[in-house]
């Protein structure tokens, strides 16, 4: 009887000490998804941004790269298109969930950059977006168009191999007041990135029509000035969060 007592104590005993270990272990576990609850932020932001800053845990940054011409530069560096729209994304993050590199390939060609290793400067940046503003102006009356997509075509290809989950935005250059041939190459660069099925921000419906007399206000020698750098700005902000 006396041992028959001390198993029926010991299974007692086993019994209590493995409801209190599922009960801590639960604990644990509701403690540990409330961490990552905490770790995840939930941001109010849509399209591309939002896509990505969501996608992040609290100590991680959306990376987003900039790959274009001069057209990306202005001489007072804070009112250029691109920074004027980190600044407007960075108002709806929070601290430090942007991180922004801006690749401007100057006035070079396609032809040229293909020979160089810039596009191997917007691999190692780790984007999660890259803003692409192919090589049209540049290329204009120096590259023909049909050159000039093959060249798009391999730097995507790059893009693709070597980063393969991230979101590549393209985008025409700035306009020009009454063209000719720049803008039969821009509507070429628009169908091929709608053929191919890559994003494509339009932002040419934010100017003014390159017959308008009213576009060369927001130009200063076939580059956007601080009336265009904006216009431009508040296109973009617009596409990446809508």
């Known amino acids: 009887m006396y041992g028959q007592q001390q198993y029926k104590e010991k299974i007692s005993s086993i019994a209590s000490e493995a409801k209190a270990y599922e009960q801590e272990n639960a604990r644990k576990t509701d403690t540990g998804e409330k961490t990552n609850q905490v770790q ?14 969501n996608a992040k845990t609290a100590e ?21 298109w691109p920074n004027l729209v980190t600044d407007k994304l960075n108002n709806l993050l929070p601290p430090g969930k942007l991180n922004v590199t801006i690749i401007n390939y100057g006035g070079a060609t396609s032809a040229q950059v293909i020979n160089q290793t810039i596009t191997d400067d917007v691999i190692e940046s780790q984007p999660d977006i890259i803003i692409f503003e192919p090589f049209i102006l540049n290329n204009n009356g120096k590259v023909l168009i ?16 070597a980063i393969p989950e991230t979101d590549i935005v393209i985008i025409p250059s700035n306009p020009l007041y009454n063209p000719s041939a720049f803008l039969t190459q821009s509507d070429a660069l ?9 994003l494509f921000a339009n ?23 601080e009336q265009g750098h ?10 990446l969060i809508k």
């Open 190 to 198: 628009q169908n091929y990135a709608e053929e191919n099925q890559y």
């Open 146 to 161: 049909n050159d000039t997509l093959k060249h798009v075509e391999q730097i995507m290809n790059d893009f693709q191999t």
């Open 40 to 53: 995840k932020l939930t941001i109010e932001v849509n399209g591309l941004l939002g896509k990505w800053a």
């Open 60 to 80: 991680e940054a959306v990376q987003m790269t900039y790959f274009g011409s001069e057209s990306l530069t202005y001489t007072e560096e804070s009112l250029s």
């Open 230 to 239: 904006q216009l431009w700005a508040d296109y973009m902000a617009d596409y």
């Open 203 to 225: 932002h040419w419906d934010a100017w003014p029509e390159v017959t308008d007399t009213d576009l060369q206000n927001y130009l200063t020698s076939g580059r956007p000035n």
